[in-house]
């Protein structure tokens, strides 16, 4: 028996360019208890579906062919006033980001219990209780008293979980998740995740659970749908696709997916994407620009040594001292990087990483502590003195779309250090520096004439990657170069980082929340939390035999799904 | 104010809740500005005046036809050169039941002279006052003044005790804080009307004072003031109703007035003659350009000419003033006493003569001048310098005009400013009705003594006219001075002293409802109005 | 939302500006391209006033008070010389209009002008260099924001002629309300600036500048200024309207340009002497001419913003 | 709670003093205030006197502190044009204006704020269309152009209203009323309306982008998706958080309301302390004017205070921590 049933639909989004089809032909079905995760990249149109079942597509899009069944009710059909009674009711609708799905003004009570009345009818008081029984079925501590309170007053996950509870209020047969846990931390994540099981196994109510990350498919769903440009490309069980997959796109998506218990020395070339590049044979980076006269000097051993360094914000500010509210953003931290080594950090959001990196950078000011770079002192440095030093480290950042300047064209954003720096002596030099970058990292000269916005996400972050290496820096700082990135572009980034690093021979602060992909790319790694850290060792070392309690729960969280060949976990 | 607060509120209460009485007659009028004070000694103003007028008395007065009539005082007499004696009327009573008397003058006298007073011009003509009973008082003059009792009309009459009461023997001046103020807001006259309650800027509210001495004209027992500075508001108000009574009303609205059902435009002429006047007296124009660099062209009586002929008064009349005004060659007005219409001619408006006069002189092409100019005084008094502004302009002058609001002006323009003027436009109406006031305010040689010359902004000087003036002002023969004060006025036509323009017109609305007389000097008297 | 497929443009450059989705949400409105035109005109012909007005009004020898308060052309009397009559002065209405506005959008536009540079460096000094200075500015700005800008506009007028001699007051009266209007409007810049400051310094290339180590001056000034002058646009453009309304109103009060030179705002308080008497084309044309461009800049600024709002699309 | 408050209150005495400075600035180096006090014949040494005894000669900060403390007890001095104490006449005009205002301004909000609402609801219905036509053209004609235009109409060619004034006020105390007369009410429906044109068609433009914004967000849309019906959502939801940003724009133009009253005042000659803040600045009255520069800062600062508080009344966020939410 299915519980819903989707045959051969079709989404189009009018414009003045032309109709975009965002899905097409698409067939899937659900049956009751059973979690169905729908799986693909940006653009896929996985999260149309969810929009086009439950009939709120965002205008002017619309359904233009197929049809969907409820339980063998025609529903895609139902006037405005109908299709209102299904939803919540009978489908529950579970959104991304918690902190913006709740309403701010109103009580968590009023909220749900509105929305339970609304749904069943039922008595302001045998809603109150309802209510207060799906509090404490999400896994709320205290239900009844933290129902009085207001949204801000729970914390992410909370939340997360006070909006799943909304969701049930109508007790409804089938919950469409898009992407409900990518906005949360690792941790957090798993225990929804958990939740949201437990939850479909024990009210045998089916999911529709949309995600772009294999691995909370691997840990969640019962079948999957991979889909590809508004299409189903592959459906099956779990265990089949992410084993045995057939098609091409789900092959190369899966051998994408950096692989947590062992490290390669590249990631395979996916040739089913079409914006893949690989930078052009032959290009001698030892004879190229980006090789020639690294004039720094001698080569210490050790490039950067960071020693107690402490930073602290203000959260509050107040002409009282005792009322002032402070956040210590990195305690005390000390270590040191290797010349030519890739050094990683990991630890989840608001563990003080990005800080430090932001503080080598020059970006903050430390509040206390020392960073030596070369032997040299630079946190006391003027911006001028500072100059040459800055030149010889640069920094990629994590959003590929803020990290570049909508306004200026490639080859301004790329030339910019080379005339700051004064690396170039004529203009024609300049193009020809910027011209050579963007071959190095596989875009072509003739992209130096764009904008950003003409760029993907993956191309974007190529350019900053370009830019970061015009002024031949022996140091790059990378912010969490790929954690915005589809998994198959991430490969294609993760690869060239890896190469420049070997033929350059750069020093790499490699920072990451995502344990496999440090252990892809870094010889040692530091873990921190809450400011701290906790623990420095080689990178095999540390998954194979990790010393702090942390790090061992951070292992254990990490999800075990592992490309071509591993064991799918439970 | 709280006492305002208390009458205004027995006043809304009174009118609330009994039925108003048959015979309650309320009138409603506006002017364009508020009396700037009630304190009678306070503010030397036209309106002000005229507005007191209705709750003080001064000893003598004028009638609707301007005809000198005893008020307070009874009769009076030169009994001796330097000394007027006054009989003043028994049995007249102040607003709060005081008597009048004797006292009562002396001491009013004394206030004009304190520091807050505006009225120190009156002042000056009083050496000292002898009371010699209750009833008769004498003035004695520092000089033999024919005129006196002209000159005394707006000196009004306030009570000895009363002012002493309310700490206001001093005339009021922002100078002295709250103190002494007193007389600024509230007013015990003897006049046919009390002072209910004023708001100044707002509001002021008279009652008929049934005990007063006079036998009057008006059945009003109420009257209400309301200030409405904008024109437009001002004929609104009166065509809707909402006032009985308006001025001025501009002169292109007269039509509308006529038009318009229940209203009627009240006009006459008015004993104001408006002119042009010229900085004769520095050697180089403040304000020229560098074509009167060191120089003064204003001294040159040709160029004066130029600008009298290169003004168009006929189109003035005809457009601006709607056909309305009274051309002038005088710079008095014809109810003036020492009038002659055979003087009253103009040269003609010849633009070619006028740029040929400024060849002459020198400034064939022109020069370059600052005009001060009121906006808010006379009859469109902004638009006539504009007009001439453009009609100068066809001689290759160049005017500059500014024009400002009447304060701003007067500061600028008169004394205490240094006369800081090149070319201005001003109004005069001589308050005794007589040419000698002109001939000593406007066209004697300045500095001189008793503020001779003081209105002379210009500073046109002829030596001969102070002598004329001086005989003018003690001749008693009326041929012989009228004789003078021809002389006098043939020289300052024949040097271009001034330009006169014309004599502008009253401009009244009034609604059908109400009768009132318009008087020439623009003055309004409650005791000649009459509800229908 | 990372999966609509319609994956919109961010803004583009003039260079593809006719691409762009504001052009075509502009040649899709007609009622927005008649407001531009609209616009246009005005200020073409303020701009090319001596060549477009058939008189010069301001040329005192060329007026002839017997020409004046002529009824436009198409009324009994009407004069065929001037086309919408004539003033009180002698004075063609539609020279005085164009001559008028000529002067409105001069002060209007030299006040936006100056109300912008101003608040955009203390927006974006104050975002970026936060702390006690983003405080005291802000503050400052919230004070401001008390006091209207007819009402700022109006004590400047009032200290100016406090301070200055009288007669160099109509010589400056322009310039007086040029920094009365413009120093009243720069708080909304400011605002708004700031916080697209605050937004955009946070932003990964500010970072990415200051890893190379660019200084903040050209940090601002080549990187934040160009991704904030949307709303800058936006604002520009209905402060231009305000402006023009500010400058009217003052003009009408008494304490704006002199009559001399008389601005559309001047043209309909001089006019409003004439309404009652059935001279009405005085002040109905300005006033028309007046309300007409206000209402198409207006128009024009309120598609701009909704264009500009990637959020209402 | 508590301590919020006291935060704002001291700053809106730091707003205070700001405008006190100003205003101090006004009185002492604008207008010189012996020239205005005394005549022209008053001797050097006497103006020296009048100098000394009006401390004129002391120190900077001795002198703002002494006008600060005769600001706060009402004293600003007396009026060059109306010789008499400012405090009387602000006394006397406020209420005309406080009562102008306040009907404009529950005008403005009790018709801006519903039209708001249906235009943001029903974005592209025809009513919308025409309303928001209509705002535009409202916000396009100058106050004094339709103050004028109204009188034309309904004073001189209809009759039906009064041209000016406040009509018969009735004083209950130091308070002057025109609520209580039907010739006062009559009077304050032309500038009341004028006045509010403006407010309302800027009320409506807010609350219509404010809610379309509020509409866009995710709990919107999760409120939908849980079947609540458009009434909730609209109401219940949306215009409660639309409220949040829109109480504070809606307090500024309060305030500016006042200011604005100076445009309607002199069109419609209503007495208020607009009027005789124009003819004080054509006049050059700096007592008049420093003193209405406080008044309308004193009043700013109380909307700006009731804001705060309905602030806390509507948004539970602030109740907690209001450095968290970073307005």
């Not at chain 2, 506006?30 to 009396?35: I, P, R, T």
């Not at chain 3, 961010?10 to 008649?34: E, H």
């Not at chain 4, 009509?167 to 009323?177: D, I």
Request: charged content about 20%; glycine content about 8%.
């Amino acid at each position: 028996m299915t519980l819903l049933t989707i045959k051969g639909m079709r989404v189009e989004f009018p414009s003045r360019r032309g109709h975009v089809t965002a899905v097409q032909d698409l067939t899937l079905d659900v049956a009751p208890g059973e979690i169905l995760g729908v799986v693909g990249e940006s653009g896929a149109g996985k999260s149309t579906i969810g929009n086009a079942i439950i009939g709120l597509l965002e205008p002017p899009g619309e359904m233009t062919a197929g049809e969907i069944t409820l339980q063998g009710d025609r529903i895609d059909t139902l006037d405005e006033v109908k299709m209102r009674a299904v939803r919540g009711a009978r489908i529950g609708m579970i959104f991304q980001d918690p902190l913006t799905s709740l309403d701010p003004l109103q009580t968590v009570e009023t909220q749900l219990i509105d929305t339970i009345r609304e749904n069943l009818g039922v008595s302001e008081r045998e809603g109150s209780e309802r209510a207060v029984a799906l509090l404490d079925a999400v896994g709320i501590p205290d239900p009844a008293i933290r129902i009085k309170q207001y949204p801000h007053q729970f914390s992410g996950g909370m939340r997360q979980r006070v909006v799943i509870a909304l969701a049930l209020c109508g007790e409804p047969e089938l919950i469409i998740a898009d992407e409900p846990t990518t906005a949360l931390d690792v941790s957090v994540q798993a225990q929804i995740l958990d939740l949201m099981k437990g939850l479909c196994r024990d009210r045998n109510v089916g999911m529709i659970l949309i995600t772009h990350d294999m691995g909370v498919i691997a840990e969640t769903a019962d079948r999957v749908a991979v889909m590809y440009r508004g299409r189903v490309v592959e459906t099956g069980t779990t265990e089949q696709i992410i084993n045995h997959p057939t098609h091409e796109y789900t092959q190369s998506l899966i051998s994408a997916v950096p692989p947590p218990g062992r490290r390669l020395a590249r990631f395979p070339l996916v040739t089913y994407i079409e914006d893949a590049q690989e930078r052009p044979e032959g290009l001698n980076l030892a004879t190229h620009w980006l090789g020639q006269s690294r004039d720094y000097g001698a080569a210490s051993d050790t490039l950067l040594e960071i020693e107690k360094l402490h930073m602290r914000f203000v959260t509050r500010g107040s002409i009282f001292p005792s009322k002032r509210l402070f956040l210590d953003a990195v305690k005390d931290v000390s270590l040191s990087i290797k010349s030519g080594e890739v050094f990683g950090l990991v630890g989840e959001s608001g563990s003080g990483k990005s800080t430090i990196a932001r503080m080598i950078t020059g970006i903050y000011k430390p509040t206390s502590g020392s960073i030596r770079f070369a032997g040299q002192e630079i946190t006391g440095l003027s911006r001028k003195d500072a100059a040459p030093l800055r030149r010889q480290m640069q920094m990629i950042f994590q959003d590929p779309f803020s990290s570049l300047n909508s306004r200026m064209r490639v080859k301004d954003i790329i030339a910019e250090p080379i005339h700051f720096h004064g690396l170039a002596s004529s203009n024609a030099e300049a193009q020809k520096i910027v011209n050579d970058l963007l071959d190095v990292v596989g875009l072509g000269a003739q992209a130096a004439v764009k904008f950003p916005h003409e760029f993907s996400g993956g191309q974007r972050q190529r350019i900053s990657i370009a830019r970061a290496l015009a002024t031949r820096p022996r140091f790059l700082v990378c912010d969490e170069p790929t954690s915005a990135l589809d998994v198959s572009i991430q490969a294609q980034v993760l690869n060239l980082l890896k190469d420049l690093q070997s033929e350059l021979d750069l020093t790499m602060m490699f920072i990451s929340h995502d344990l496999p992909v440090i252990r892809q790319m870094c010889d040692r790694v530091g873990v921190m939390r809450h400011g701290q850290l906790l623990e420095v060792s080689e990178t095999e070392s540390l998954f194979t035999n990790p010393q702090h309690e942390y790090t061992r729960h951070l292992l254990d969280l990490m999800p075990k799904f592992s490309g071509f060949g591993a064991q799918a976990a439970e | 104010m709280r006492s305002i607060t208390k009458t205004l509120t027995a006043a809304f209460l009174g009118s609330a809740m009994l039925a108003a009485p048959a015979s309650a007659k309320e009138f409603k009028f506006a002017f364009q500005g508020d009396a700037g004070t009630m304190d009678p000694h306070g503010l030397f103003e036209t309106f002000t005046l005229g507005f007191q007028r209705n709750i003080y008395e001064g000893l003598v007065a004028r009638d609707g036809n301007m005809a000198m009539t005893g008020a307070l005082a009874e009769s009076w007499e030169n009994t001796s050169p330097k000394v007027w004696t006054f009989n003043l009327r028994k049995g007249v009573k102040f607003h709060n039941g005081n008597d009048f008397t004797a006292d009562d003058v002396a001491f009013s006298v004394e206030r004009i002279k304190t520091e807050g007073s505006d009225m120190k011009v009156v002042a000056a003509l009083i050496d000292k006052v002898k009371v010699i009973d209750d009833h008769t008082i004498e003035f004695h003059t520092p000089a033999p003044n024919p005129i006196m009792p002209l000159q005394l009309e707006i000196f009004y009459i306030m009570d000895k005790e009363w002012s002493e009461e309310n700490k206001t023997t001093e005339a009021t001046s922002v100078a002295g804080g709250d103190e002494g103020n007193f007389a600024n807001l509230n007013a015990n006259g003897t006049g046919p009307f009390k002072l209910e309650s004023r708001q100044s800027g707002v509001k002021t509210v008279l009652v008929r004072n049934d005990d007063h001495w006079e036998d009057i004209d008006s059945n009003v027992t109420k009257a209400i003031f309301t200030p409405i500075d904008q024109d437009a508001t001002r004929v609104a108000a009166l065509i809707s109703g909402d006032v009985d009574l308006a001025w001025p009303i501009p002169v292109q609205d007269w039509n509308r007035l006529e038009s318009a059902d229940g209203v009627k435009p009240l006009t006459g002429p008015e004993a104001r003659t408006i002119f042009l006047g010229f900085n004769q007296t520095d050697d180089e124009l403040k304000t020229g350009g560098d074509a009167t660099k060191g120089k003064n062209p204003f001294k040159d009586v040709r160029v004066r000419k130029a600008f009298m002929q290169a003004i168009d008064i006929e189109a003035i009349k005809k457009k601006i003033m709607r056909g309305s005004a009274t051309p002038a060659g005088l710079m008095i007005a014809p109810q003036i006493n020492g009038f002659t219409e055979g003087q009253n001619t103009r040269p003609d408006h010849d633009v070619a003569a006028a740029k040929k006069l400024m060849e002459d002189a020198g400034y064939g092409d022109g020069f370059e001048v600052t005009m001060d100019c009121p906006n808010d005084r006379y009859v469109n008094d902004e638009k006539i310098c504009q007009a001439s502004a453009s009609m100068l302009a066809k001689i290759g002058v160049k005017v500059n005009l500014l024009a400002q609001t009447k304060s701003k002006y007067f500061g600028k323009v008169l004394a205490q400013n240094e006369y800081d003027t090149d070319f201005f436009l001003l109004g005069w109406t001589p308050s005794t009705f007589d040419a000698h006031n002109v001939l000593s305010a406007l066209m004697s040689c300045r500095g001189g003594e008793d503020n001779i010359g003081a209105f002379n902004l210009g500073g046109y000087c002829n030596p001969k006219i102070n002598e004329l003036t001086a005989k003018v002002q003690s001749e008693t023969d009326q041929d012989k001075r009228q004789a003078m004060i021809e002389e006098a006025f043939q020289i300052h036509s024949d040097e271009v002293g001034h330009i006169p323009l014309h004599q502008q017109p009253l401009s009244w609305g009034v609604s059908d409802k109400v009768d009132v007389i318009q008087r020439p000097d623009n003055v309004f008297d409650l005791r000649s109005a009459v509800v229908k | 939302m990372t999966d609509t497929p319609l994956t919109r443009a961010p803004r583009t450059r003039i260079g593809r500006f006719f691409d762009s989705d504001i052009w075509y949400s502009f040649i899709r409105s007609p009622l927005v391209i008649l407001s531009a035109i609209v616009s246009i005109a005005f200020f073409a012909a303020a701009l090319f006033a001596p060549w477009v007005a058939p008189h010069n009004p301001f040329d005192l020898a060329s007026i002839d008070l017997l020409d004046s308060s002529l009824p436009p052309v198409w009324l009994e009397d009407g004069d065929p010389r001037f086309l919408l009559g004539t003033d009180d002065q002698g004075r063609d209405i539609l020279s005085t209009i164009i001559y008028g506005a000529r002067i409105s959008l001069f002060v209007s536009l030299a006040a936006v002008f100056f109300s912008m540079v101003l608040g955009i460096t203390l927006g974006l000094v104050s975002g970026y260099v936060g702390g006690r200075t983003d405080a005291i500015i802000m503050r400052i700005a919230d004070v401001q924001l008390a006091f209207p800008a007819i009402l700022i506009a109006m004590l400047i007028d009032g200290v100016v002629r406090g301070v200055l001699p009288r007669d160099l007051h109509g010589d400056i009266a322009i310039y007086v309300l040029i920094f009365a209007i413009g120093i009243s409007g720069w708080v909304q810049y400011a605002r708004t600036v700031r916080g697209s400051t605050l937004v955009e310094k946070n932003k990964e290339y500010v970072q990415a500048a200051r890893v190379i180590g660019i200084g903040p001056v050209i940090i601002l000034w080549r990187h934040v200024l160009p991704n904030v002058t949307g709303p800058v646009l936006v604002i520009a453009t209905i402060h231009l309207a305000i402006a023009i309304i500010t400058e009217a109103t003052l003009s009408f009060l008494g304490v704006g340009v002199p009559p001399t030179t008389p601005s559309m705002g001047t043209l309909i308080q001089v006019g409003q002497d004439y309404l009652f008497s059935g001279e009405w084309w005085i002040t109905i044309f300005p006033g028309i001419a007046l309300a007409v461009l206000v209402l198409a800049i207006n128009l024009f600024g309120d598609w701009l913003r909704d264009a500009l709002n990637p959020k209402l699309r | 709670m508590i301590s919020f408050l006291i935060k704002r209150l001291l700053q809106s005495i730091l707003v205070m003093l700001t405008v006190a400075i100003i205003a101090f600035a006004l009185f002492r180096y604008v207008g010189d205030p012996i020239n205005n006090m005394v005549g022209q014949d008053t001797t050097l040494e006497e103006r020296a006197e009048l100098r000394e005894r009006l401390g004129l000669d002391d120190p900077f900060f001795v002198q703002f502190g002494r006008f600060v403390t005769n600001a706060v007890q009402g004293e600003f001095g007396i009026s060059y044009q109306h010789r008499r104490p400012v405090s009387e006449l602000i006394a006397e005009r406020a209420p005309a204006t406080l009562e102008l205002s306040l009907l404009s301004a529950i005008l403005a909000i009790a018709i801006g704020i519903p039209m708001g609402v249906y235009t943001a609801i029903h974005r592209d219905g025809w009513l919308s269309r025409a309303f928001m036509s209509l705002s535009l053209i409202g916000i396009s004609l100058p106050t004094f152009l339709i103050g004028i235009l109204l009188i034309l109409l309904f004073g001189v060619i209809l009759r039906w209203l009064p041209t000016f004034g406040r009509g018969e006020v009735v004083q209950l105390g130091w308070w002057s009323t025109g609520f209580l007369t039907w010739s006062g009410i009559k009077a304050l429906i032309m500038p009341a309306i004028t006045l509010a044109l403006f407010q309302m068609t800027l009320i409506m433009r807010l609350v219509r982008a404010e809610m379309l914004e509020v509409l866009r967000t995710d709990f919107v849309k999760f409120g939908r998706a849980r079947g609540l019906p458009d009434r909730y959502v609209h109401f219940k939801t949306a215009l409660k958080n639309t409220m949040v940003p829109v109480i504070t724009i809606i307090g500024l133009q309060l305030g500016a309301i006042i200011a604005f009253a100076i445009i309607t005042e002199t069109v419609f000659q209503w007495p208020g302390m607009g009027l005789m803040f124009i003819q004080a600045v054509r006049e050059v009255d700096i007592p008049i004017m420093a003193a209405y520069l406080v008044m309308i800062a004193l009043i700013f600062v109380i909307i700006n205070l009731i804001v705060d508080m309905l602030y806390y009344v509507v948004d539970p966020r602030l109740r907690v921590d209001r450095a968290a939410t970073g307005h």
